[in-house]
């Protein structure tokens, strides 16, 4: 358990030593015309809400559920921070908010995202204000339907496998909507929708698979600790499993 | 294979998967996805001009990497603190 620990930190600290890169991949501020900036926040906003109310039944439900929701939380934080180089040449950022979707359910995530979008917008210059509801959809929405979805087929078959495909997909789900939602807004004057799709797709999908494994693996190692702690947590998993 | 151990294999998969681009694509310059797609916005769309730019923005790449940083530490001192927490009951627990 010990050595788990230090090989955590070292992993941690590969990560953070690592050379900066300067670029993340959020839609940027201002790169979505204004009436789709409002088209995304309208569709976005149900779910946080929906999202807020779903976290405060599950804590006065039980409280020791809010310990397991800081670490989920962290964990999008944590993920979301890590640029990591990939095999196109570029570099890209897991989400984090598959393992939550898992253990909560999608719509919690929905604020456990926007949290940290804000917190990159508003800091970081790192997607944006303008752009936040489209953000919100891809990260914090769709990526954990697709994570829980996933999840629930799987999860009987083996539960580990079932958290790495959730996760990962979680992950892939989130750029490949990035794409669409960059495709519509600005589609090619001769190929029209699709043909600016694939050039997105081939930008941020690509990058990412390689970090969509990633963050499949790493949240197969916090699902474990979670698991082999519940006791003494004290936070339910059958209900939410 | 005992779960710590199955971790710790999967750890070094990851730190393999993470640095093999590194040494692999010597050449490549590891900009952000965020930025090549600025470009292929502005190739289909030349005349798009952003219509809002960031409040503020990080001072330089230091800064950037400071906040950055700030992030990952926000979590990863919550996330010690799950552990020891758990950790630290089970052994009071014995």
């Known amino acids: 358990m010990k050595k788990r620990i230090i090989l955590c930190l070292a992993l941690l600290s590969v990560m953070l030593l690592s050379p900066n890169y300067i670029f993340g991949m959020h839609i940027m501020e201002g790169f979505l015309p204004l009436g789709w900036a409002i088209f995304w926040t309208i569709v976005s906003l149900p779910f946080v809400i929906l999202g807020i109310k779903t976290i405060s039944k599950t804590f006065n439900e039980n409280p020791n559920q809010k310990l397991l929701f800081a670490l989920v939380t962290a964990f999008v934080f944590i993920l979301s921070a890590m640029k990591m180089p990939s095999v196109t040449g570029s570099t890209s950022h897991p989400t984090g908010t598959g393992l939550g ?16 979008l804000l917190f990159q917008a508003l800091l ?19 990526g954990p339907f697709a994570a829980y979805f996933t999840y629930r087929m799987l999860k009987r078959t083996n539960k580990k496998l079932a958290v790495f495909l959730a996760a990962a997909l979680g992950d892939l789900v989130t750029y490949i909507v990035t794409s669409v939602q960059l495709a519509l807004a600005h589609p090619d004057a001769v190929s029209g929708v699709m043909g600016s799709l694939t050039k997105f797709l081939s930008i941020f999908a690509v990058t990412q698979i390689p970090l969509a494994i990633a963050e499949g693996i790493l949240s197969v190692i916090v699902f474990d600790l979670i698991v082999n702690y519940q006791k003494e947590g004290g936070y339910q998993l059958e209900r939410i499993n | 294979m005992k779960g710590s151990t199955k971790n710790i294999l999967l750890i070094i998969v990851l730190i393999i998967m993470i640095t093999l681009p590194l040494l692999i694509l010597k050449d490549a310059e590891f ?20 219509w809002f730019s960031p409040l503020i923005e990080p001072a330089s790449g230091e800064i950037e990497s400071l906040l950055f940083s700030l992030q990952a530490a926000i979590g990863a001192g919550v996330i010690g603190y799950f552990y020891g927490f758990v950790k630290g009951k089970r052994t009071a627990n014995q």
């Open chain 2, 31 to 50: 900009g952000g996805a965020d930025g090549q797609a600025e470009e292929v916005i502005t190739e289909i769309n030349p005349d798009y001009e952003p």
């Open chain 1, 124 to 142: 970081l210059a790192h997607g944006g204000i303008s752009t936040l509801g489209a953000n919100v959809f891809s990260m914090a929405v769709v």
């Open chain 1, 101 to 116: 979707a898992i253990l909560f359910g999608p719509l919690p995530m929905a604020v456990s995202g926007l949290i940290v």
